[in-house]
C-alpha cells in the first residue's frame, strides 16, 4: 500500500513526515544501546529479506494482489525500533530507487507500514507473549500482530487520503480496511513461515524471545 | 548467511512470478476513481530502476531479476556503510 504522490495532500504529506522523522530518530537513539556487530548485520539481512519478500506481489480475489509489508516480522526478529528503522530504509530505497511510493507521500508511507505497522503489532505480539512463552503462544501472537499490522496500516493510510479530501473519508476506510483484511492473510502466512523457520534453525535470533527491546 | 542467500534468491527468482495485478491501495484508488490522482513529482528518468524494471536489459524476466538483486545489494549495502561508522566510531573510544 505504497501511497504515490498526489493521493495525499501536502499539509498530511508533512505532518507525517515530521511524526515519522521524530519517531525514527528515537529509534535510532534507542538501538544505539544495544548496538552491535551482531545486531547491524541482522538488521541488514532483515532488511533485504524484506526488501525481496516485498517484491512478490500475490493476487488475491477480484483481480487485486496485496504483498508483505514485513512490519511485524522485523519487530518481533529485532524489536520495535531496530524493526521501524529497517522497514524505513526498505521504503526509502524503494521510493528513490524503485519509483515505488510518492516521495513527497515518503513520510506518510513511513508512518503507516514502518511505525504503525511496526509499533502497533510488537505491542499486539508483546501483550500475547504475556500470556505464555509457549511455542504454540508465540506463533499465534505472531499470527495475530502480522494481520493486524497490515489492517492497522491500512486504516491510517485511509484516514490520510480522507483528511485530504481524496475521497470521502467513510467509503475510503471501509474498502482500504476490506480488502487489507484479506491481504493480511497472505502476511500471517509468510511471517509465520518465515518465524517459524528462524525459530527452528536459529531461535537466537529471534531477539525479542528472551527480552523486551 | 542463509538470510542473505534467501534474500537474493527470492529477489531474483521468485519475484518473476509476482501477481502484476493493482495492489490494495491501487484497487481501492481504481474502484472510487481517484487513480488518475497520483502525480509523478520526480521525473522517471530520475530513477535507477524506475517500476522494478533494470533497463539495462532486454529481457522482462531479468529486468525483474537485476532489479530485485540491486535492491538486496544496494539495502545491504547501507548497512555496510552503518556499520563500518560504527566500527570507526568504536576505535576512537
Do not use: C
Amino acid at each position: 500500500m505504497h501511497i504515490p504522490d498526489g493521493f495525499i495532500d501536502l499539509k498530511t504529506a508533512v505532518s507525517t513526515a515530521v511524526v515519522s522523522a521524530g519517531v525514527l530518530a528515537a529509534a535510532i537513539y534507542k538501538v544505539k544501546s544495544y548496538f552491535k556487530a551482531k545486531v547491524i548485520a541482522l538488521m541488514g539481512v532483515m532488511s533485504a529479506l524484506i526488501f525481496a519478500l516485498q517484491m512478490i506481489n500475490f493476487p488475491i480475489l477480484g483481480g487485486t494482489s496485496g504483498h508483505l509489508l514485513g512490519g511485524a516480522l522485523a519487530a518481533i526478529v529485532l524489536g520495535p525500533n531496530a524493526g521501524a528503522i529497517v522497514i524505513a530504509v526498505v521504503l526509502i530505497v524503494q521510493a528513490f530507487i524503485f519509483m515505488d511510493g510518492g516521495v513527497i507521500a515518503l513520510g506518510a508511507n513511513i508512518f503507516n507500514m514502518a511505525i504503525i505497522g511496526v509499533y502497533g503489532s510488537y505491542l499486539i505480539y508483546w501483550l500475547i507473549g504475556k500470556i505464555s512463552k509457549k511455542r504454540t503462544i508465540f506463533l499465534i501472537s505472531v499470527a495475530v500482530a502480522s494481520w493486524l499490522s497490515v489492517v492497522i496500516a491500512s486504516f491510517f493510510a485511509a484516514l490520510e487520503l480522507g483528511i485530504s479530501g481524496t475521497y470521502a473519508m467513510g467509503i475510503t476506510l471501509k474498502a482500504m480496511v476490506g480488502v487489507h483484511m484479506i491481504i493480511g492473510i497472505g502476511e500471517v502466512v509468510i511471517t509465520v513461515a518465515v518465524i517459524a523457520f528462524i525459530n527452528k534453525i536459529r531461535p537466537d535470533l529471534i531477539l525479542t524471545r528472551e527480552r523486551s527491546l | 548467511m542463509v538470510g542473505i542467500i534467501a534474500a537474493l534468491v527470492i529477489a531474483m527468482f521468485v519475484s518473476v512470478f509476482a501477481s502484476s495485478f493493482p495492489d490494495g491501495l491501487e484497487k481501492v484508488a481504481e474502484n472510487l476513481g481517484f487513480i488518475d490522482k497520483a502525480e509523478q513529482v520526480v521525473p522517471e528518468s530520475a530513477f535507477l530502476i524506475p517500476d522494478y524494471v533494470f533497463g539495462a536489459v532486454d529481457n522482462e524476466l531479468w529486468q525483474t531479476s537485476l532489479a530485485g538483486m540491486s535492491g538486496v545489494l544496494i539495502i545491504l549495502a547501507v548497512f555496510g556503510v552503518v556499520y563500518l561508522i560504527y566500527k570507526a566510531a568504536g576505535k576512537k573510544k
